[in-house]
Protein backbone atom coordinates (compact mmCIF):
# COMPACT_ATOMS: atom_id res chain seq x y z
CA UNK A 1 0.00 0.00 0.00
CA UNK A 2 1.72 3.23 -0.99
CA UNK A 3 1.44 6.21 1.50
CA UNK A 4 -0.82 9.41 0.59
CA UNK A 5 0.44 12.87 -0.41
CA UNK A 6 -0.57 14.34 2.92
CA UNK A 7 1.58 11.20 4.79
CA UNK A 8 4.84 12.31 6.81
CA UNK A 9 7.94 10.36 5.38
CA UNK A 10 10.88 9.22 7.73
CA UNK A 11 13.99 10.82 6.24
CA UNK A 12 15.05 7.82 4.30
CA UNK A 13 11.85 7.97 2.26
CA UNK A 14 12.60 11.40 1.56
CA UNK A 15 16.22 10.96 1.21
CA UNK A 16 15.16 8.33 -1.76
CA UNK A 17 12.79 10.46 -3.24
CA UNK A 18 15.17 13.64 -3.71
CA UNK A 19 18.22 11.71 -4.66
CA UNK A 20 19.95 12.52 -1.16
CA UNK A 21 21.59 10.17 1.37
CA UNK A 22 19.89 10.89 4.94
CA UNK A 23 22.94 12.43 6.44
CA UNK A 24 22.79 14.97 3.84
CA UNK A 25 18.94 15.85 5.17
CA UNK A 26 20.80 16.19 8.39
CA UNK A 27 23.28 18.58 7.25
CA UNK A 28 20.83 21.08 5.42
CA UNK A 29 18.88 21.11 8.72
CA UNK A 30 22.05 22.92 10.29
CA UNK A 31 22.28 25.13 7.63
CA UNK A 32 18.64 26.36 6.01
CA UNK A 33 16.46 27.13 8.95
CA UNK A 34 13.72 26.85 6.90
CA UNK A 35 14.14 22.70 6.56
CA UNK A 36 12.74 21.88 10.11
CA UNK A 37 10.96 18.40 9.79
CA UNK A 38 9.53 17.36 13.33
CA UNK A 39 11.14 15.50 15.76
CA UNK A 40 9.80 12.80 18.01
CA UNK A 41 11.35 12.85 21.44
CA UNK A 42 13.36 9.81 20.81
CA UNK A 43 14.78 11.95 18.06
CA UNK A 44 13.11 10.35 14.98
CA UNK A 45 12.55 12.61 11.89
CA UNK A 46 9.20 12.42 10.48
CA UNK A 47 8.82 15.44 7.06
CA UNK A 48 5.76 16.68 6.51
CA UNK A 49 4.56 17.64 2.65
CA UNK A 50 6.21 21.03 2.82
CA UNK A 51 9.27 19.84 4.43
CA UNK A 52 10.11 17.46 1.82
CA UNK A 53 9.37 20.10 -0.99
CA UNK A 54 11.69 22.40 0.68
CA UNK A 55 14.21 19.72 0.62
CA UNK A 56 13.74 19.21 -3.17
CA UNK A 57 13.70 22.49 -3.87
CA UNK A 58 17.11 23.02 -1.94
CA UNK A 59 18.28 19.62 -4.17
CA UNK A 60 17.60 21.71 -7.26
CA UNK A 61 19.44 24.86 -6.44
CA UNK A 62 22.67 22.62 -4.95
CA UNK A 63 22.61 21.26 -8.14
Known amino acids: MAKGAEAFRSIGEVATLIGVAPHVLRYWETQ ?4 KPMKRPDGRRYYRPADVEMAA ?4 LLR
Request: charged fraction near 0%.
Open 57 to 60: GICA
Open 32 to 35: FSAL
